[in-house]
């Protein structure tokens, strides 16, 4: 009996599935002969360059000339790889048609002053225009040569430069442009004449081959050629970049987030459209709009209109007694009421899930409903469950549909930008699913290896998918069972919109999207949207999507109930103050939990070290760790007291630590969201806690940011000289090497920053005063490459390396 599968993934029939592999690798081919056609072109056009420079001399003719690597042998070769079999397709509509001649002709006529056409220039005779031909009839190309002619030879205006290809089985020559005229033999071939081709004219590139003859009107090249375009050369060197990505790619799995994340960016830059197939390309014109379009489209924003207004009409009202209950979390609708699966619904009762935040009683009869909804609420306000939930519908919904799947797809992808995020969302959805026999969630995030991801998705059900964007779009690209599964997708999340929605993370999102199904429903979450971003998320979701904000216009953006502070103290002091409002607040709260925010891993580094001799419960989670060490003391925090975490930006968002009684932002927050969303850790579910914000007297314009805010100025504690001299002797046993790393990284961190960056002799300065605070004696010297991408080469205080 026939072994194997009956079904593959996405419920292909194993022929289906040959064939879309077929179709796959005939795309890659094609996508690499694409390439190669652009190198040809370019090759081509700087021989003619060449040849038009004054003195240059008329190349020799025949093969014996040219030397293995010679441009001409290299023009040649690709020449003859992209008229390969299965590569005339590169030949599109926009190049010209392709015909092939009943007998091969003789000579070229000319077809006249004004007329003629193409066809009968080159074939003299009036050639059909039509499509490609059977594949098969373009093979076997024989070896050919090619010649130069001198320019005095060609009796034409345009004399710059000339030549064509000879060839004992095909010849190739490429023609003017109708309104050329000018005569030629086939043993003396005109010139191209592609200066006028380059200038913007129809080039015809006749190819004659003794058996075959192809004809190619390149408009399209004609207004590619321009003489000094460089946009081939671009594409070539690109394509070489690809290759060397590539290889990267395959080798960084295990190295440092930082450089694993720039190839990987860099090589699905690089390759995203290959790998798509097309799908990240648009198609298709954006036409004009007709009149009653229009008018239909006025009706509908009208309809939006309206609809926007009674949504936050209802809202509204609901923030309303949401306010004037004193904030409390909870509303009096029960998940029971919700339209949601029992099961689900056992599930939540099982987790202390009896009632509906607000989020939740707002936004889950419009997502439950399939509409696609952008929603903004505070911090730890339940957002997490009012996306899961629909998620799980989805899958509910679409399995029934779907039964006879040996792999099933993915229905429901949530997306959010760090690993803890999408580990804790992995782990909440498993809790919604406890009752949902054969339906499961996995994760797949950056810093795991890439087989192990594929096993687990393939040996594991998988209906719901949590990931980070760039190993997703990893194995997008690399995997094509995978980009199948998708396309069952019905939702799609994304969570911490903004952020994704954010320059860092814009591109890839964009791809994803591209490579998943349009008719799909797409939820967008976030406690903080800028005005930006709104207009953003129009890439994502459709255009008669629901705002759901439970915040409201003018509204304070963060938790009520969170008390929040301002030091300002000499940078010198930085470390100290820590120290002190930490010893202070242990002593206050008997069950303290704190999370501390550095402005960069390295400094995170460094006060973690600092603080453990200091005998402090301390713990550190930052993007130089690995993804092991970082699962696990998020873990052990989560489920802890009387602990302290030293972290960077990875646990500024969504990250749910039960409990944490005060949260310290060391150093200006990179923007007014990230102030926001570092504090809302602290102050969850309605609860109290305490935000500090320690800043530099040059950092207070940071507090313009938010002025909105209730932050207020705290009274500076006293520091005695006895702690002082502790803090200064664990500051001294911190190991050299990472002083330095904290110093280069303080650097990069507040040049990046608008504000401070500007102006380059004050950061270095400044940076110069961190050193001390660090206890280095002197500023450690920078790469020269470094130092000038930052643009402080030839800034005073800035020492470069000798070597
Ligand atoms: N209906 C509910 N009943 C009880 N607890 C809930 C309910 N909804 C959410 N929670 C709890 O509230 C806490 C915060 O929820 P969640 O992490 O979803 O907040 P969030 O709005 O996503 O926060 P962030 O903006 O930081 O991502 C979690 O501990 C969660 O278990």
Redesign the pocket.
Known sequence: MGGGPRTFPGGLSKWQYKRMHEKLARQKQQGLLRHEKQLYLARLRSEIRASRLPGASPSPGGDDDDGPTSSRAHIRALADRFLLPGAEDLWNEDDGPIHRAERPPRRVVSGGRNGGGRHQLVSGREQPRGGFNPRREYQTLAPWWWQWRSASAIPSRAKEASFCFFGPKRRYSVMPPPFQAHHESVDAPMMPLIARGLAGGPVALSLFIQERFYSVAAGRFGRKWRPDSSDEDDDISTAKKDLKFAKLGASSEEESEDDELEARTAIRKKWSSAALRNCDIKKERRALKSYEEENNDLDGSFRELREEIKNREVLGVERRRYESRGESL?TNKRFDECGISPLTVKALTDA??????V??EAALPMCLEGKDVLVK?K???????AFLLPAIESVLNAMKNHTNHRVSPIFSLILCPTRELAIQLTAEANVLLKYHQGIGVQSLIGGTRFKLDQRRLESNPCQILVATPGRLLDHIENKSSFSVRLMGLKLLVLDEADHLLDLGFRSDIEKIVDSLPRQRQTLLFS?TIPKEVRRVSQLVLKRDHVFVDTVGLGAVETPNKVEQLYHIVPHELHFHMVYRLLREHIDQEMDYKVIVFCTTAMVTEFMYIMLRDLKLNVREIHSRKPQLYRTRISEEFRDSSRLILVTSDVST??V?Y?GVTLVIQVGVPSDRDHYI?RL?RTG??GKSGKGVLLLAPWEEYFLNEIHDLPVQKSQTPHMDEDMKRKVDGSIKIVDMSIKEAAYHAWLGYYNSIGDVGRDKTMLVDLANRFCKSIGLEKPPALYRRTALKMGLKDVPGIRIRKK
């Open positions: 909870f202390g899930y009896l009632q509906t935040t989020v939740q609420a911090t730890g306000t339940g957002k997490s469950a406690a968002r969504g749910n039960p969303h809302g969850r579910e």
